[in-house]
Every structure is written in C-alpha cells, then in structure tokens.
C-alpha cells in the first residue's frame, strides 16, 4: 500500500518551453501533497505543500508564477515548470500524506521525474 | 529558517562492519524524524522512523537513537553490506507539516 507514482519518470526539454509533471496516489487519498525539489550532490528542497482543492503553499525563494502546482483531486497533483531554462534542470520528487490515517506525520515519496532544460 | 544538517557527508565502511550515521536538528518542536535510503536517481525510500516520546527504536539491521536534550538523530546499521550503499538522509517534522530534509550522508561499503 501508500504508493505514489510520477510521470514523466525523466523529461528532456528546449529552453522556454512548459513541463508537466504528474504525481498520483495510486492505493490512498491523498489530502496534501508535497513537491521537492533535488540538485546534484544536495538535499530534497521543499518547494511547495498543497491540499486538495486549495491553492498550493509555497517556499521562500520558490516562483509561484514558474511553478504552477493544482490539486485538484485527492490522487492527483500537477507541477508545471513555465518556460524553463537550464538553471531549472533537476530532480523533482512528490510526497503524499494519506489522509485517512491518524498520523499527520507521515508521508509517502514518488520515485522522482529528471527534468534536463536544454 | 530551522532546518535538520548532518555532522558528516562521507562514511565508509567494510562489508560487515556497523555503521553509525549522524544528523543534528535545531526545531526542539519536531515530534516525527526518519530515515531515508536514497539510491541513485531514485526517490526516497523508507528505513526507519522514531516519535519524539521515545529514545530508541529498532528495525531489521536498523536502529534509530534519539536524543531530544542535545537534538541528536543516528541511525545504526548492522553488518553493512554493499547494497547499503546510498545516501542517506534524516527528515523531521511536527504533525501536519511537511518533512524537512538533512544535507545527507553518503555511505560507501567496500567488500
């Protein structure tokens, strides 16, 4: 149980254009959903934390307007890179939190999506 | 902001020895830690997690210690072996937040 998918699981993309990434709770709803981001060689990042028919919460330093994030269902969210560019190439990981369970804490990750901006 | 770092970026070890990892954390209101594996290219995956209202908790070859007075994680590995090679990181949380990550350790096990 508590699996969570990503696709693309890697995406190559020119400069300027938009990237989708999709993340799925496959066997949960999921109430709130995280996006990190990962550069080589450094640790996850959070970016942004959202719940299901709300707008997302983003970090400090993190652009809302470049990275547009929708929950729009409880086993769906979408990370949307607009007009990327090469400084955005990197390991993108979601998480789940499953909303019927009595812990608040846990939370369940995609195996991540590698997106390289040419 | 607060945030959980790690005392070491590099452990390597012989195949069979135990290995002790290290993170320190600066929010005393974290009341969740745990552990990842992260492998190459690969999102994180589960090891072993420990509640605040306990010092100690042990898993198959695992075990995590806790100290809450010097804000003190480790994770111990019994009888490493290759395929424990990885990074390994220790992420914290207080209920209803998201889980905020250490730099990492990487672990290198030699046969």
């Known amino acids: 149980g508590a699996v969570v998918s990503q696709h693309p699981s890697w995406v190559i993309c020119k400069s300027g254009t938009s990237v989708k990434i999709e993340c799925r709770s496959l066997d949960f709803q999921a109430t709130t959903m995280f996006w990190y981001r990962q550069f080589p060689k450094q640790s996850l990042m959070l970016m942004a934390t959202?719940?299901?028919?709300?707008?997302?919460?983003?970090e400090q330093g993190v652009e809302k307007d470049k990275f547009l994030i929708n929950h729009a269902s409880l086993t769906l969210s979408t990370l949307t890179v607009t007009s990327a560019h090469p400084e955005d190439s990197s390991f993108y990981i979601c998480?789940?939190?499953?909303?019927?369970?009595?812990?608040?804490?846990?939370?369940?990750f995609g195996p991540g999506t590698r997106l390289t901006v040419l | 902001g607060e945030s959980v770092g790690l005392h070491l970026p590099t452990l390597s070890v012989q195949e069979g020895d135990n290995s002790i990892i290290n993170c320190a954390y600066s929010?005393?209101?974290?009341?969740?830690f745990i552990w990842y594996k992260q492998e190459s290219g690969k999102g994180p995956q589960f090891i072993i997690d420990?509640?605040?209202?306990?010092d100690k908790r042990q898993g198959q070859r695992v075990t995590v210690l806790l100290n809450k007075t010097v804000k003190h994680l480790s994770l111990q590995i019994a009888a490493t072996q290759p395929g424990d090679s990885a990074v390994y990181f220790c992420?914290?949380?207080?209920?209803?937040?998201?889980?905020?990550f250490g730099k990492g350790t990487t672990l290198s096990v030699s046969s």
């Open positions: 959202s719940n299901e028919g709300s707008k997302a919460t983003y």
């Open positions: 929010n005393s209101a974290s009341d969740y």
């Open positions: 992420a914290e949380n207080q209920a209803g937040t998201a889980l905020i």
């Open positions: 998480s789940a939190r499953d909303g019927s369970l009595a812990s608040y804490n846990e939370q369940f």
């Open positions: 420990i509640r605040s209202n306990m």
